[in-house]
């Protein structure tokens, strides 16, 4: 059995920084690819970063390249997404989830899910 944590989102101005994380609760914290998505009202849950922890691989979506990066603390079986030059269009729940088969970057191919952090960006 897999549980994820998210923390670390609060409200931010634009330009600002965040870090959120995502605490992965079980065994075998390198076999997964972790992704993180992103809702925001109305719309659809997005792809928004992730890493395989199996080889380390990484992949971001065009909206956020550039400005998120995802890393890993083995110690602590955390994955980490630092945000940074927030921008209003970064407003959202964000989740992360845990896959046993790849970096995908459609929600059903991952497996666990946590319960969201959200992240607003204010002007």
């Known amino acids: 059995q897999v549980q994820l944590v998210e923390s670390g989102g609060r409200l931010v101005q634009t330009g600002g920084s965040l870090k959120l994380s995502c605490q992965f609760l079980g065994r075998t914290f390198s076999s997964y690819a972790m992704g993180w998505f992103r809702q925001a009202p109305g719309k659809e849950s997005e792809f928004v970063a992730g890493?395989?922890?199996?080889?380390?691989?990484?992949s971001e979506a065009d909206a956020v390249k550039g400005r998120f990066t995802t890393s890993r603390d083995n110690a602590e079986n955390t994955v980490s997404l630092q945000m940074n030059s927030l921008k209003l269009e970064d407003t959202a729940v964000y989740y992360c989830a845990a896959s046993t088969l790849w970096l995908a970057r459609e929600p059903n191919e991952y497996n666990y899910w946590g319960q969201g952090t959200p992240v607003i960006v204010s002007s």
């Open positions: 890493m395989d922890l199996r080889d380390g691989s990484t």
